[in-house]
């Protein structure tokens, strides 16, 4: 059996943002959070977002190494 990325939810105070979703993206988020479900707990589709948006900027090489440039950028300013 293939295994997922994200296996558990954990309970963490959220930040309220409200998101419009293309139909196929929902029913697939949907199906992905059926799929999470077979390891336990039930689980709300809508508790997957921040995990898989986490995981994509976790994975995004370019957005790190500018953030690390942003970063030494204001370090060299208070010096």
Do not use: C, W
Not at 33 to 38: E, G, H, I, P
């Amino acid at each position: 059996m293939t295994k997922l990325r994200i296996t558990e939810i954990p309970d963490e105070k959220p930040v309220r943002v409200t998101v419009d979703l293309p139909a196929d993206l929902h029913r697939d988020l949907v199906a992905y959070a059926a799929l999470v479900s077979q390891n336990g707990q039930p689980v709300d589709p809508t508790r997957l977002v921040p995990h898989m948006i986490r995981g994509f900027i976790a994975s995004d090489r370019a957005f790190a190494k500018l953030r690390r440039a942003r970063v030494k950028q204001i370090l060299s300013r208070e010096s």
